[in-house]
């Protein structure tokens, strides 16, 4: 079994095309689609951590709006990055995919040791996520050219914020892919 897990954060309707947009997620959709089919191919996990939120959850109602409820089409991955039945879906009620999820105890049953984190925002549900794994024990690679932020302000300082406090690895899709393949 892999020590790695390819995580893909909230590559969703909503924050792709829908009631949340972020236009910049367009740059990094075909590297995470090279990433988690070479992923499937090495036989490395794939976890999408995804909102799935009820409409009276905090965050809906006191500071985004609606957005990725639970059962809706935008709360459904982007069609270029359909799971396979071979993938983890844990869904999600706040930014980081550990907060009162199952995500922890499922990396432990497979082993993992290191996230690969890819998808939206790098200075929200990425670096939130990045945080809960630090705090326990698992290293981190940050796709660089596989997440992405409203801006390129919070895109920059948000991998350099992941870098320095949380240790990440900052990588690009085409060496992680060839890590794989050792
Ligand atoms: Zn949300």
């Known amino acids: 079994m892999s020590e790695y897990a390819v995580i893909v954060i909230d590559m969703l309707n909503d ?3 829908g009631n949340l947009k972020c236009e910049r997620a367009q740059n990094i959709i075909p590297n995470i689609k090279k990433l988690i089919e070479a992923a499937r191919k090495y036989n490395v996990t794939v976890i999408y951590s995804n909102d799935a939120h009820y409409p009276q959850d905090h965050e809906v109602v006191e500071k985004w709006g609606s957005h ?3 059962g809706t089409k935008g709360a459904e991955v982007i069609p270029e990055l359909k799971p396979t039945t071979k993938d983890y879906i844990v869904e999600k ?3 980081s995919g550990f907060y009162e999820t199952g995500l922890d105890p ?9 996230v690969i984190l890819t998808g939206l925002h790098t200075n929200m549900c990425v670096r939130h996520t990045a945080a809960d ?8 690679i ?8 409203f801006t390129q302000e919070d895109q920059d300082s948000g991998l350099k914020y992941l870098e320095y406090v949380y240790n990440a690895k900052l990588e690009l899709t085409s060496n992680i892919i060839k890590e794989f393949s050792k």
């Open 15 to 17: 924050f792709v095309t």
């Open 93 to 95: 009620r706040t930014y």
């Open 68 to 70: 990725a409820i639970k």
């Open 133 to 140: 794994a630090f705090f326990r024990g698992y290293k981190i």
């Open 142 to 149: 940050v796709a660089k050219d596989g997440v992405e932020a």
């Open 106 to 114: 499922l990396l432990r049953s497979l082993g993992v040791k290191t």
